[in-house]
């Protein structure tokens, strides 16, 4: 029998540019082999490809997703094995915590050609430059874009009974985590639900609780306090002993948009734009932040600032997305040149080479 892929992102786009959750899901690990190389070599290809043929073999995995290309997966963890495959490559640089003990670099630069690519310097060190300035305009956007995001929620604020969403709090903490676990000290992994991408802003939510019982999803506007509730609630959730995924926002990192507590089968997120989702299960709830905290109708004036700034902020995001857009544009030309250059019958026995050692890995611990 397959076994079961999660996906997710481990780094994102976003406001504060590029920001990485990868140690979270990394630090545990027995087995990493970090790879290198340029654009084109075939870093995605390899980690997909050994993904896939241990899922054949019944384990289940986990794939990081690059947000720079959704097509593209950063990573992969076979966590029964306590074994990942990344790519250690700008702009998610991942280093060795302890070399060659844990963590080994994979050079698949061994691949190229290095005359072929000198042969195309020019072309190659152009359109480098000219990704790293798409990027920073992308982060330049997204950036501005947060200044009208906050004037959303300022405008919103005075309207929020601090009270109310206290109790509120204190409520979904008495109904979800009713007993606390006498165990070792609970596993938080922090990652994304999703990324801003160059086609787009996506997301795992509906994947990633596809398999939870009771989904709780929150509604209202940005500044209601979404994040805040989520906050608190995994808070609650670590202290009593519970095995939590955090999942942040992929625009405001230090956001917090989706919970799961598999083992109180339990997901509760923020159900809105650009991620939103009607209740369509039997056990979904919706719980209407608006109608639960507001005091009063958000007044006339503000409701036009907040329209106003709604406006600015998507046109903000567009323009960020479009540069993303452009960036990877650019990049798939500049793989162009490394994949001539590549021998890729060498990246080919350096899976193989990988693979040998994970089987290895599995034999020692007992496994098929």
């Known amino acids: 029998m397959k076994g079961k892929i999660t996906n997710y992102f481990a780094g994102g786009n976003t406001s504060v540019g590029f920001y990485s959750l990868f140690s979270s899901n990394l630090n545990d690990l027995k087995r990493l082999f970090i790879l290198k190389g340029g654009p084109g070599t075939g870093k995605s290809f390899l980690i997909k490809t050994i993904g896939k043929e241990w899922v054949n073999r019944g384990y289940d995995i986990e794939y990081m997703y690059c947000s720079s290309d959704k097509e593209s997966v950063d990573g992969v963890i076979i966590q029964k094995l306590k074994t990942g495959i990344v790519d250690g490559t700008n702009p998610h640089v991942i280093e060795p915590r302890f070399p060659g003990v844990i963590d080994d670099y994979v050079n698949l630069g061994v691949a190229w050609d290095a005359e072929k690519l000198r042969k195309n310097k020019e072309d190659i060190i152009d359109h480098t430059e000219q990704v790293s300035a798409a990027f920073k305009s992308a982060y330049e956007a997204f950036g501005d874009a947060l200044i009208f995001h906050n004037e959303r929620k300022k405008r919103l604020s005075p309207y929020i009974d601090r009270k109310k969403m206290e109790v509120l ?35 795992f939510i509906s994947e990633l609780t596809s398999d939870v019982g009771n989904r709780y999803l929150l509604k209202g506007r940005p500044g209601v306090g979404k994040s805040t509730l989520l906050k608190s609630l995994a808070s609650a959730a670590e202290n009593r002993g519970f095995d939590t995924e955090i999942y942040h926002c992929e625009f405001e990192p230090e956001r917090v948009d989706l919970l799961v507590v598999k083992e109180l089968d339990l997901a509760i997120f923020d159900s809105t734009p650009p991620h939103e989702y009607a209740p369509e299960r039997k056990n979904d709830k919706v719980i209407d932040l608006e109608s639960e905290v507001l005091v009063s109708d958000v007044s006339e004036k503000d409701s036009f600032k907040i329209q106003i700034a709604e406006e600015q902020f998507a046109a903000k995001m567009k323009e960020g997305l479009g540069a993303l857009a452009h960036a990877k544009a650019l990049r798939d030309t500049l793989e162009g040149y490394y994949i001539h250059a590549m021998d890729f019958t060498i990246t080919g026995q350096i899976r193989k080479e990988i693979d040998d050692e994970i089987k290895q890995i599995a034999k020692e611990k007992g496994n098929k």
């Open 169 to 203: 709090v204190n409520e979904l903490i008495a109904t979800f985590f009713k007993e606390k676990k006498e165990s070792a000290k609970p596993h938080i992994k922090h990652r994304f639900h999703g990324a801003n991408t160059p086609t787009g802003t996506v997301d």
